[in-house]
T-cell receptor, first 109, second 113 residues
Framework: EAQVTQNPRYLITVTGKKLTVTCSQN?????MSWYRQDPGLGLRQIYY???????DKGDVPEGYKVSRKEKRNFPLILESPSPNQTSLYFC????????FGPGTRLTVT | GENVEQHPSTLSVQEGDSAVIKCTYS??????FPWYKQELGKRPQLIID?????GEKKDQRIAVTLNKTAKHFSLHITETQPEDSAVYFC????????????FGTGTRLKVLA
């Protein structure tokens, strides 16, 4: 089954504790992306990657890092999470159309 | 900076009526305009998209129109049904070479039975 998976689905953490949200796709897509979704603000792109070892900033990259060492994986790294990074995060990949993962709800206290 | 404005933020229609959601984009280089539907607690899913070389596209009860001169595009849903109730997002992208997406803030559509 073609899919985008994210882990964990839910995470509660404390300010400053480094965390990684994993994203994996099995569709051999070159393009992958991370978004955050906040009430009233819609979806905002954090980072995207056109291919292995190629990443670019989206609209809201501050406080986030990504890496693309393999085509199928695109982890999102928060080196020092802060409460304003509490949000719902979606990973996506695309060939023609964009497929979203199930989302990761992150709470930073 | 680049932005996409989406209106209205909420929309209630009677079952069987039509619904129209409008988006305006700022970057004239945008050439790909997808629409996503997000049901409560679910992930966004593409429902229709249009590229800048086309003025209108239709898929059963859903249609999208694009006016490049005015830099706006609209989603039209006819004969609405309760299962159309969801949040709808428009987006704009420059397409080939880069896939930076700018999303609208969403429209919550309620179809009243």
């Amino acid at each position: 089954e073609a899919q985008v998976t994210q882990n964990p689905r839910y995470l509660i953490t404390v300010t400053g504790k480094k965390l990684t949200v994993t994203c994996s796709q099995n569709m051999n897509h070159e393009y992958m992306s991370w978004y955050r979704q906040d009430p009233g603000l819609g979806l905002r792109q954090i980072y995207y990657s056109m291919n292995v070892e190629v990443t670019d900033k989206g609209d809201v990259p501050e406080g986030y890092k990504v890496s693309r060492k393999e085509k199928r994986n695109f982890p999102l790294i928060l080196e020092s999470p802060s409460p304003n990074q509490t949000s719902l995060y979606f990973c996506a990949s695309r060939s023609y159309e964009q497929y979203f993962g199930p989302g990761t709800r992150l709470t930073v206290t | 900076g680049e932005n996409v404005e989406q209106h209205p933020s909420t929309l209630s229609v009677q079952e069987g009526d039509s619904a129209v959601i409008k988006c305006t984009y700022s970057d004239s280089a945008s050439n790909y305009f997808p629409w996503y539907k997000q049901e409560l607690g679910k992930r966004p899913q593409l429902i229709i998209d249009i590229r800048s070389n086309v003025g209108e596209k239709k898929d059963q009860r859903i249609a999208v129109t694009l006016n490049k001169t005015a830099k706006h595009f609209s989603l039209h849903i006819t004969e609405t049904q309760p299962e159309d109730s969801a949040v709808y997002f428009c987006a704009a992208s420059k397409g080939s070479g880069t896939y930076k997406y700018i999303f609208g803030t969403g429209t919550r559509l309620k179809v009243l039975a």
